[in-house]
């Protein structure tokens, strides 16, 4: 077993052990605060291998360093006139600089849009046009994709490399006076489950809430202040690496070590010499690492926990102790930020039930039924979630940008509808079933299956298309493209190669994680009476179509 310490059920209020001096009220203060407390101590970590693939200097950079290089970029945005109002796209990756641009708009007051480096054309054109936002910090090799892509959305966007100068800006109209916890600090977006991915508004209070949080969830996830270091290869455009594993961090003086990705092959390599406390995880990391032939390093590290969710219930155990150390599975969405966010960081953590853990006091949790009932125990039912105290939202998105209709649909009668199925034990404990309704879960992404559907259909050889998970033993889901041609095949030859030339067409126009990596032909789609895509129908038309091997795999066409 391992050791339980640290503090249990600590307020959602701040705990002034956790700012000394005053809590800051914005991301930037939070690294001021951090300079003055812990200004000698790493902030961030470049490992050898990850400056290697950036092509950037190796080592660790200070509180007081990172404060200093934030100011200088800082001040080139604030002399050309950026400040509240304004939005920046930042496509560089997990790069330090990225964390460095964040917290410079910042303390201007300019909220930042992450840029999912693997978006292609027609996602970058939505995400440009939709932000709204006037200006791109990117890699150069990416400055022609995203001026072709501000073009088509017919908006006038500065693309800049990280060392360029700003061009002057005209100031924000319409801005409303905010008190800085709650003004716009970054624009997430999450993949909707009925069209296009929606933007979330974040601001530096929710920021603040989710470091606040982690730092002061204690039992197994018990942190000591200007001690830990989190390894982390969770992507910078989610809210984990910025939200929890970033700020956490900040709050308590400990170091980032982010890598480029997750490499199974030098990963304990990366966590032996980086002097990893905590690591992040997602379910497909545990059991790739478990595929490992096992070697008497494996419990040769510094790790006392892992974080995050989605470990095979077969794997959770014997990962466990094979390594040496507990992973803790947990829930959350980028809506509910830590307003919602279950842990199971206390006993009874039950591994390999899926357990998520009990409700902190801070939140308030309903389990609905479909005919709206509650639900009974162990059965399984939509978990709704608001705050406790009087402020439900405390700790959420704010809202999702221009579509007010979502956001009250979401939190329609007081409560916010994860569609996510729990259920809860007689122990009072979650656990979770499954994801929402029509979104693909592949390897911690989550894909929408209209986004994918909306692509497809404009191939000249699709007359109808419907996508749906399949299961995939190392990923997770899969992308199936159940497809209606408007010439069938002749062959399986001709088959596989349409099959490849809509695969090609994906991935030219989305992620490569969106492309479909398993094709079916098929002569119809389930439709309902009013022609619309029946989903029920098509996972039991996908389940059929895998049983009698009538698809064609083109995972291999993927990235990874």
Known sequence: MWLVRGRVGVSAVADAALWPGGRAATVYGALRHASRHYGSRPFLCVLPEVAQVYGIEAGELTYERALGATDGIARSFAAAGYGPGHRVGLLLENRPVYFLTWFALNSLGVAVVPINPDLRAAELEYLIGHSQMIAAVALPQRHAQLQAAAAAAGRTVAVLAPADTPPPVAAAAGTDPQREEERECALLYTSGTTGLPKGCVLSNDYFLICGEWYAGLGGYCAMQPGSERLLTPLPTFHMNAMATSAMTMLILGGCLIPLDRFHPRSWWDSVRSSRASIVHYLGVMPAILMGAVPSPQDRRHQVRFGFGAGVPRELHRVFEERFGFPLIEA???????????????????????????????????????????????????????????????????????????????????????????????????????????????????????????????????????????????????????????????????????????????????????????????????????????????????????LADGAWIDTRAMKKR
Not at 415 to 433: A, E, I, K, M, P
Not at 533 to 540: E, H, S
């Open 331 to 545: 829930w959350a969405m980028t809506e509910t930020g830590a307003g919602a966010v279950i842990a199971a960081a206390h006993e009874p953590r039950l591994p390999g039930t899926s357990c998520i853990g009990r409700p902190p006091a801070a939140l308030q949790v309903r389990l609905v039924r479909e005919d709206g009932a509650h639900s009974g125990v162990d059965e399984p039912g939509e978990l709704l979630v608001r705050a406790a105290g009087a402020d439900p939202r405390r700790g959420f998105f704010s809202r999702y940008l221009n579509d007010q209709q979502a956001t009250d649909e979401a939190w329609r009668e007081g409560w916010f509808h994860t569609g996510d199925l729990v259920s809860r034990d007689t122990q009072g404990l979650l656990h979770f079933v499954d994801r929402r309704k029509n979104v693909i879960r592949r390897s911690g992404e989550n894909i929408a299956a209209v986004e994918v559907e909306m692509v497809l259909a404009k191939h000249p050889r699709v007359r109808a298309v419907a996508v749906a998970a399949a299961p995939d033993p190392l990923r997770g889901d899969e992308v199936f493209a159940c497809v209606v041609p408007h010439s069938p095949a002749v062959d399986a030859d001709a088959q596989r190669d349409s099959a490849h030339e809509l695969v090609r067409w994906c991935l030219e126009r989305l992620a490569y994680f969106k492309a479909p990596g398993m094709v079916a032909f098929v002569t119809e789609l389930p439709l309902t009476a009013t022609q619309k895509i029946q989903r029920g129908a098509v996972k039991q038309l996908v389940a059929q179509l």
